[in-house]
C-alpha cells in the first residue's frame, strides 16, 4: 500500500519508535562501552520500569509519579546488580558476562510473573495526552506524539550529561580507555556503579514511559532487547551518537519496510546490520578497536 | 543475537524440566531404556510393542504429559489450559460424577491406575514443545501427550504423535491443518478451527451488516492465522462480496502494531476482522483503538481468545462479534457445563474460559475411549475414537469423525457486553446461537488429510 499519505504516515511512525530505540540503545551502549559488558538484562530491566510505575501508578493515580518511581526504582536495582553481582564479572571472560546477565533477566521476568500473573497491565496515558490529534496526513495517537517529545528530552539530558559535565568527561573517558583512567587516579569502580545505574535508569524510564502504548506483561522486554541489540551494532558499539542515529535508522527500516511487506520489516532490520558489519564493523559512528 | 537468545532459555527450560520431573522419574528410573528393548511376553495380549506401551502402563501410575505456553504471548491462556487438565486428572482419579458422565466405565483412575500429569513449558515454540515431550516419552514413558494454544506447536506435536506411536490430543489448536493437511492417526481435536469458525460467524456478519463490506484483516504469521484468515475472507468474499482490502500479517510476540495499523488506517477498511491471538490481539485492539481505529471500524473476532475481554476491558470488546467454543454461561443451557463451571470455579476461583474447557474435555473423551477400549494399547484407543460413537459433552451430544479425527461440536457465537449490561466482574460475553457443528465442517478429504498408519 504505497502512496502518499501512506508514506508520510510510516515515516513518522518510525521516528516515534525510533526515538523509543535510541533511548533504550543508548543504556545499553554506555554500559557496554565502559564496562565491556553487555547487558542482556536490558530487556528485563525495560519490563521492569514498567512494572515498577504501575504500582505506583494505582497506588497514586499519578503518571508523574509512575515515571519517577519507575525509572529510579530499575536504576537502583542496576546498582545493586552492579554492585553484588557484575562487578564480580568485569575480569571475566564475555560468555560468563552474558550468561550472568541473561540469567538475572530471567529471574527479573519470572519473579514479575510470580507476583503478577501473566496478564496484560495497563497504564493509560496523562488526562490530556489521550486521544488522537490530527495531523493533516493521518490521524495519530496523542500519547504518540508526546512520547516522541519526552524521549527527545530524555536523551538530551543524557547528552548533556555525558557530554558537559565532568562526570561525563570521565565516563566518555572510560569507554576510550578505562585503564588509563585508572591509572590518572580516578575511581574508576564508583563510576562503573554510576554508569551502570544510568544505563539503568534509561531502560526503566524507556519502559514505563512505553507502559500507555503497549500494555506491560512479564515478556515485553524480550522484542524489544532483540532490536536493541541490532541498534548498537548498527550504530556502533559504545557511542552515543550512534545509539541515537542507529536507532532512529532502525525505527525507520521497520516502519517503512512494513508499508511493501510487514513480514520482511524485522528481516530488513537484520539485513541492514549485517551490512553495517561487512562494510564498518565497528559500526556507522563507532571507533575500530573498542570491542 | 535472536539465536543465542532461544537456544539459552531452551537449555534453561529443560534443565527445569528435568529436575520437575526427577521425582516421577525415580520411580521409574529403570525403565529409561525401556523403549529400545522389545518387551517379550510382557503383554498378555500378545501384540508387539508400540511407542511407550505397554512399558507406559504396566505400573499403577500412567504419566500424561503437557506441553503448554506458560510464558510469551500466550501464557494467559497457557495457564487456564493446565487447570483444566489439572482438574480432569483430578476427575479421572476420583472418579467425579461429571468425567462419569462423559466416560461412564471410569470408576477411580483409568483401567485401575492412577494418572500422573506432567507439564512443561513450551513458550507457544513448537521445537521447544517436541524437545520436552521427547523427555517425557524417554524419562516417564507417557501414554499420551497434549499441549499447543498454538497451531504450529500442534502440527509439530502430530508429526511427533505419529513418529513415536504416541496418542497426542491438542490442546488449542485452530488452524485447519491440524486436522486437514497436517491430520495424523494418532492425533485428535476437541475444539472448533477455522473453518467451522469462518462458516459460523460469517452469516451473522452478513445478515448484520450486508453485502460488500471493505475488510482489513489482521493476521499472525503461521498456520493457525493463514488458514482461519483464508476460511473467513473466502466465505465472505464467495457468499457476500466482501473485499479484503489489506492484509497484515505480523510475527507471533510483535508488540508494536503501529506500521500495520497504519497501513489499515490508510485501506479504506470498514471492517477489522482481526485474526491476531493472545497478547498479540490484545495490544492490536488496544493500539487500534489509540490509532482511532476503533470504534470507527468495526471490530470483528472470527477465533475466540480466552481472557480478552478482561484484558483489553469490556468497552473495547463491547459489540464485537465473535465465535467460540465454550463460554461459561452456557452452563444456563447444558447441565454438564454448569457441573464443569461449578467444579472448576471452586477449584480455582475464577470462571474458566475456553481454553480450560477444551483442555477438559480432550482429557475426559481420551478416559471415556481408553476405558471403553479397555485398554491403553494405542491402536486400540484410536480405534475406539474412530468408531463415531457420539457421546455427552459440555456443549451437547458431540462424535469424532473417523476420516480425520476432528470432533463434530457446535460452534458458540457471542458477542461482547458493554460494561453497564454485565451481571457480574466476568460477565463479558452473550451467547447469541450454538450452531450444530456439522454443516459447518468441510468435507473430510477437503484439506487433504491422509491419516497413515496405526502401528
Same mark, same amino acid.
Given at each position: 500500500?504505497?502512496?502518499?499519505?501512506?508514506?508520510?504516515?510510516?515515516?513518522?511512525?518510525?521516528?516515534?519508535?525510533?526515538?523509543?530505540?535510541?533511548?533504550?540503545?543508548?543504556?545499553?551502549?554506555?554500559?557496554?562501552?565502559?564496562?565491556?559488558?553487555?547487558?542482556?538484562?536490558?530487556?528485563?530491566?525495560?519490563?521492569?520500569?514498567?512494572?515498577?510505575?504501575?504500582?505506583?501508578?494505582?497506588?497514586?493515580?499519578?503518571?508523574?509519579?509512575?515515571? %519517577?518511581?519507575?525509572?529510579?526504582?530499575?536504576?537502583?536495582?542496576? +546498582?545493586?546488580?552492579?554492585?553484588?553481582?557484575?562487578?564480580?564479572?568485569?575480569?571475566?571472560?564475555?560468555?560468563?558476562?552474558?550468561?550472568?546477565?541473561?540469567?538475572?533477566? %530471567? +529471574?527479573?521476568?519470572?519473579?514479575?510473573?510470580?507476583?503478577?500473573?501473566?496478564?496484560s497491565?495497563?497504564?493509560?496515558?496523562?488526562?490530556?495526552?489521550?486521544? %488522537?490529534?490530527?495531523?493533516?496526513?493521518?490521524?495519530?495517537?496523542?500519547?504518540?506524539?508526546?512520547?516522541?517529545?519526552?524521549?527527545?528530552?530524555?536523551?538530551?539530558?543524557?547528552?548533556?550529561?555525558?557530554?558537559?559535565?565532568?562526570?561525563?568527561?570521565?565516563?566518555?573517558?572510560?569507554?576510550?580507555?578505562?585503564?588509563?583512567?585508572?591509572?590518572? &587516579?580516578?575511581?574508576?569502580?564508583?563510576?562503573?556503579?554510576?554508569?551502570?545505574?544510568?544505563?539503568?535508569?534509561?531502560?526503566?524510564?524507556?519502559?514505563?514511559?512505553?507502559?500507555? +502504548?503497549?500494555s506491560?506483561a512479564?515478556?515485553? &522486554?524480550?522484542?524489544?532487547?532483540?532490536?536493541?541489540?541490532? +541498534?548498537?551494532?548498527?550504530?556502533?558499539?559504545?557511542?552515543?551518537?550512534?545509539?541515537?542515529?542507529? &536507532?532512529?535508522?532502525?525505527?525507520?527500516?521497520?516502519?517503512?519496510?512494513?508499508?511493501?511487506?510487514?513480514?520482511?520489516?524485522?528481516?530488513?532490520?537484520?539485513?541492514?546490520?549485517?551490512?553495517?558489519?561487512?562494510?564498518?564493523?565497528?559500526?556507522?559512528?563507532?571507533?575500530?578497536?573498542?570491542? | 543475537?535472536?539465536?543465542?537468545?532461544?537456544?539459552?532459555?531452551?537449555?534453561?527450560?529443560?534443565?527445569?524440566?528435568?529436575?520437575?520431573?526427577?521425582?516421577?522419574?525415580?520411580?521409574?528410573?529403570?525403565?529409561?531404556?525401556?523403549?529400545?528393548?522389545?518387551?517379550?511376553?510382557?503383554?498378555?495380549?500378545?501384540?508387539?510393542?508400540?511407542?511407550?506401551?505397554?512399558?507406559?502402563?504396566?505400573?499403577?501410575?500412567?504419566?500424561?504429559?503437557?506441553?503448554?505456553?506458560?510464558?510469551?504471548?500466550?501464557?494467559?491462556?497457557?495457564?487456564?489450559?493446565?487447570?483444566?487438565?489439572?482438574?480432569?486428572?483430578?476427575?479421572?482419579?476420583?472418579?467425579?460424577?461429571?468425567?462419569?458422565?462423559?466416560?461412564?466405565?471410569?470408576?477411580?483412575?483409568?483401567?485401575?491406575?492412577?494418572?500422573?500429569?506432567?507439564?512443561?513449558?513450551?513458550?507457544?515454540?513448537?521445537?521447544?514443545?517436541?524437545?520436552?515431550?521427547?523427555?517425557?516419552?524417554?524419562?516417564?514413558?507417557?501414554?499420551?501427550?497434549?499441549?499447543?494454544?498454538?497451531?504450529?506447536?500442534?502440527?509439530?506435536?502430530?508429526?511427533?504423535?505419529?513418529?513415536?506411536?504416541?496418542?497426542?490430543?491438542?490442546?488449542?489448536?485452530?488452524?485447519?491443518?491440524?486436522?486437514?493437511?497436517?491430520?495424523?492417526?494418532?492425533?485428535?481435536?476437541?475444539?472448533?478451527?477455522?473453518?467451522?469458525?469462518?462458516?459460523?460467524?460469517?452469516?451473522?456478519?452478513?445478515?448484520?451488516?450486508?453485502?460488500?463490506?471493505?475488510?482489513?484483516?489482521?493476521?499472525?504469521?503461521?498456520?493457525?492465522?493463514?488458514?482461519?484468515?483464508?476460511?473467513?475472507?473466502?466465505?465472505?468474499?464467495?457468499?457476500?462480496?466482501?473485499?479484503?482490502?489489506?492484509?497484515?500479517?505480523?510475527?507471533?510476540?510483535?508488540?508494536?502494531?503501529?506500521?500495520?495499523?497504519?497501513?489499515?488506517?490508510?485501506?479504506?477498511?470498514?471492517?477489522?476482522?482481526?485474526?491476531?491471538?493472545g497478547r498479540d490481539a490484545v495490544l492490536s485492539i488496544q493500539?487500534?483503538?489509540?490509532?482511532?481505529?476503533?470504534?470507527?471500524?468495526?471490530?470483528?473476532?472470527?477465533?475466540?481468545i480466552?481472557f480478552l475481554?478482561?484484558e483489553t476491558?469490556?468497552?473495547?470488546?463491547?459489540?464485537?462479534?465473535?465465535?467460540?467454543?465454550?463460554?461459561?454461561?452456557?452452563?444456563?443451557?447444558?447441565?454438564?457445563?454448569?457441573?464443569?463451571?461449578?467444579?472448576?470455579?471452586?477449584?480455582?476461583?475464577?470462571?474458566?474460559?475456553?481454553?480450560?474447557?477444551?483442555?477438559?474435555?480432550?482429557?475426559?473423551?481420551?478416559?471415556?475411549?481408553?476405558?471403553?477400549?479397555?485398554?491403553?494399547?494405542?491402536?486400540?484407543?484410536?480405534?475406539?475414537?474412530?468408531?463415531?460413537?457420539?457421546?455427552?459433552?459440555?456443549?451437547?451430544?458431540?462424535?469424532?469423525?473417523?476420516?480425520?479425527?476432528?470432533?463434530?461440536?457446535?460452534?458458540?457465537?457471542?458477542?461482547?457486553?458493554?460494561?453497564?449490561?454485565?451481571?457480574?466482574?466476568?460477565?463479558?460475553?452473550?451467547?447469541?446461537?450454538?450452531?450444530?457443528?456439522?454443516?459447518?465442517?468441510?468435507?473430510?478429504?477437503?484439506?487433504?488429510?491422509?491419516?497413515?498408519?496405526?502401528?
Amino acid at each position: 500500500m504505497v502512496n502518499w499519505a501512506n508514506f508520510v504516515s510510516q515515516l513518522f511512525n518510525g521516528l516515534v519508535l525510533g526515538a523509543l530505540l535510541a533511548l533504550m540503545a543508548s543504556g545499553l551502549t554506555i554500559i557496554y562501552g565502559t564496562l565491556g559488558v553487555l547487558n542482556l538484562a536490558h530487556g528485563a530491566m525495560f519490563m521492569l520500569g514498567g512494572y515498577a510505575g504501575w504500582l505506583a501508578f494505582t497506588y497514586t493515580n499519578s503518571f508523574v509519579v509512575a515515571v %519517577i518511581a519507575g525509572s529510579l526504582f530499575v536504576m537502583l536495582v542496576g +546498582v545493586v546488580m552492579e554492585r553484588v553481582i557484575i562487578r564480580y564479572f568485569y575480569a571475566r571472560p564475555h560468555e560468563d558476562q552474558l550468561l550472568v546477565t541473561f540469567g538475572l533477566g %530471567i +529471574v527479573f521476568v519470572e519473579t514479575v510473573r510470580f507476583f503478577f500473573g501473566s496478564l496484560s497491565r495497563t497504564v493509560p496515558a496523562p488526562p490530556g495526552l489521550v486521544g %488522537i490529534t490530527p495531523l493533516g496526513f493521518m490521524l495519530y495517537p496523542t500519547y504518540r506524539l508526546a512520547l516522541l517529545g519526552i524521549v527527545l528530552v530524555a536523551l538530551l539530558a543524557l547528552y548533556l550529561v555525558l557530554y558537559r559535565t565532568r562526570i561525563g568527561m570521565v565516563v566518555r573517558a572510560g569507554i576510550e580507555d578505562s585503564a588509563m583512567v585508572d591509572a590518572l &587516579g580516578i575511581d574508576v569502580h564508583k563510576v562503573f556503579m554510576l554508569v551502570f545505574g544510568i544505563g539503568a535508569l534509561a531502560a526503566g524510564f524507556a519502559g514505563i514511559v512505553n507502559a500507555p +502504548v503497549v500494555s506491560i506483561a512479564p515478556d515485553v &522486554g524480550e522484542a524489544i532487547l532483540v532490536q536493541t541489540f541490532t +541498534v548498537i551494532v548498527i550504530g556502533g558499539v559504545g557511542s552515543f551518537p550512534g545509539a541515537v542515529l542507529g &536507532g532512529l535508522i532502525a525505527g525507520e527500516i521497520i516502519s517503512l519496510t512494513s508499508m511493501f511487506n510487514p513480514g520482511y520489516s524485522q528481516v530488513m532490520l537484520f539485513v541492514a546490520m549485517t551490512l553495517v558489519l561487512v562494510l564498518r564493523p565497528y559500526g556507522l559512528l563507532g571507533t575500530a578497536g573498542r570491542e | 543475537m535472536a539465536h543465542r537468545d532461544v537456544s539459552l532459555r531452551k537449555s534453561l527450560s529443560r534443565r527445569q524440566l528435568l529436575k520437575d520431573s526427577a521425582a516421577v522419574a525415580g520411580g521409574m528410573g529403570a525403565l529409561s531404556l525401556g523403549q529400545f528393548i522389545p518387551w517379550v511376553g510382557a503383554s498378555a495380549e500378545d501384540k508387539p510393542a508400540i511407542g511407550t506401551w505397554p512399558a507406559g502402563s504396566q505400573g499403577d501410575t500412567v504419566n500424561v504429559a503437557a506441553a503448554v505456553p506458560r510464558t510469551g504471548t500466550y501464557a494467559v491462556q497457557g495457564e487456564d489450559e493446565l487447570k483444566g487438565w489439572q482438574l480432569a486428572v483430578e476427575h479421572i482419579n476420583n472418579g467425579d460424577p461429571l468425567l462419569q458422565k462423559i466416560a461412564p466405565k471410569v470408576t477411580k483412575g483409568l483401567l485401575g491406575k492412577k494418572v500422573n500429569l506432567l507439564a512443561a513449558d513450551s513458550a507457544a515454540k513448537p521445537n521447544q514443545a517436541v524437545q520436552e515431550i521427547q523427555t517425557f516419552i524417554n524419562q516417564n514413558k507417557i501414554v499420551l501427550m497434549t499441549g499447543s494454544t498454538s497451531s504450529a506447536v500442534a502440527v509439530a506435536l502430530n508429526k511427533f504423535a505419529q513418529r513415536e506411536k504416541v496418542l497426542y490430543v491438542t490442546g488449542i489448536s485452530g488452524s485447519n491443518d491440524t486436522t486437514g493437511k497436517d491430520c495424523v492417526r494418532y492425533g485428535f481435536r476437541q475444539n472448533f478451527y477455522g473453518e467451522t469458525a469462518a462458516n459460523a460467524i460469517g452469516p451473522v456478519l452478513v445478515k448484520q451488516f450486508g453485502k460488500n463490506r471493505k475488510a482489513a484483516f489482521m493476521t499472525p504469521d503461521y498456520t493457525y492465522g493463514h488458514t482461519v484468515t483464508k476460511s473467513v475472507n473466502d466465505y465472505l468474499n464467495q457468499n457476500a462480496g466482501w473485499q479484503m482490502v489489506t492484509n497484515q500479517v505480523s510475527p507471533l510476540g510483535t508488540q508494536d502494531f503501529s506500521q500495520y495499523l497504519t497501513n489499515i488506517a490508510n485501506s479504506g477498511a470498514e471492517f477489522l476482522i482481526n485474526v491476531n491471538w493472545g497478547r498479540d490481539a490484545v495490544l492490536s485492539i488496544q493500539q487500534a483503538k489509540q490509532f482511532g481505529l476503533l470504534p470507527k471500524m468495526t471490530l470483528v473476532v472470527p477465533y475466540q481468545i480466552p481472557f480478552l475481554a478482561k484484558e483489553t476491558g469490556p468497552e473495547l470488546t463491547a459489540g464485537v462479534y465473535a465465535a467460540t467454543d465454550f463460554w461459561w454461561t452456557l452452563e444456563d443451557k447444558y447441565p454438564l457445563a454448569k457441573m464443569f463451571v461449578d467444579a472448576f470455579t471452586k477449584k480455582y476461583n475464577y470462571r474458566p474460559d475456553w481454553g480450560a474447557n477444551n483442555a477438559y474435555m480432550s482429557f475426559a473423551i481420551w478416559a471415556r475411549m481408553v476405558s471403553q477400549a479397555g485398554s491403553f494399547y494405542p491402536p486400540d484407543v484410536i480405534k475406539q475414537y474412530e468408531k463415531g460413537e457420539t457421546f455427552p459433552s459440555t456443549v451437547g451430544d458431540v462424535h469424532f469423525r473417523k476420516e480425520d479425527h476432528q470432533l463434530v461440536r457446535p460452534v458458540v457465537i457471542v458477542r461482547g457486553k458493554a460494561p453497564k449490561d454485565m451481571k457480574n466482574s466476568e460477565d463479558y460475553w452473550e451467547v447469541l446461537d450454538v450452531l450444530p457443528g456439522e454443516p459447518l465442517m468441510q468435507k473430510p478429504d477437503a484439506f487433504g488429510c491422509n491419516l497413515g498408519d496405526y502401528t
